[in-house]
């Protein structure tokens, strides 16, 4: 897991359909959806979740996506950027680990309330 200190999320964000959001809500937001709109970052993402610790190293994500290093770790810098991922050094290589509940409070924001 990443020493560094994980930033919490905003719990002013509310669901889209509740009221409306204002400009730094949606600016937050919206860098998080960006990140996810790339197949390849959405993939890495997946990647990095899918592994028992919700942790992998650069070296072993680019195999599974046909990509230099370089260019790997510019797409994970990005979901880091996003408040998606956390980056910790071990030596000379980075690993990179899931951000906990920030997919699930993305998925908060897209639910639409039940009315009875």
Known sequence: MA???IETLD???VPIVGEAMGVEVAVTLAAKFKAL???TRLRLLSLVAAQEDREACVCDLTEPVA???PTVSHHLKILVDAGLLTRSKRGTWSFY?????ALDHLADVLQTPVTV
Do not use: I
């Open 3 to 5: 020493t560094e200190m």
């Open 11 to 13: 719990p002013c964000c």
């Open 37 to 39: 709109g790339d197949p």
């Open 67 to 69: 990509l230099s290093q």
């Open 97 to 101: 680990a899931l951000v906990p509940g």
